[in-house]
């Protein structure tokens, strides 16, 4: 996880880290310590993520956001960018849901 961080960070992306379950790590700042920088976020991994046990998280704030839960979701997705002439290209992830 810390090679895609600063990988992401590496584009521009604020950069943080949460758990598993997508929710924020013990002791951590959340989305308030994303960062672009590589010891920044070096420095955060040791501190949150000792075992991996960690995901990445982007600090979305100016954003367009959609998620897209499931089969259904996704269907449902793609059925409003049809109806709207497609979608822009952008950057899909997955998460373990």
Do not use: N
């Amino acid at each position: 996880m810390l090679d895609e961080a600063i990988h992401l960070a590496g584009r521009g992306w604020r950069v943080f880290f949460v758990s598993k379950s997508k929710v924020p790590l013990a002791g951590s700042h959340s989305f308030k310590e994303a960062t672009t920088d590589p010891d920044e976020l070096r420095a955060l991994h040791q501190k949150y993520c000792p075992t991996g046990r960690c995901m990445v998280a982007l600090a979305t704030e100016g954003w367009v956001v959609f998620d897209a839960d499931g089969a259904e979701g996704y269907a449902k997705f793609k059925a409003l960018g049809d109806a709207h002439g497609g979608w822009p290209t952008t950057l899909p992830v997955q998460t373990p849901r």
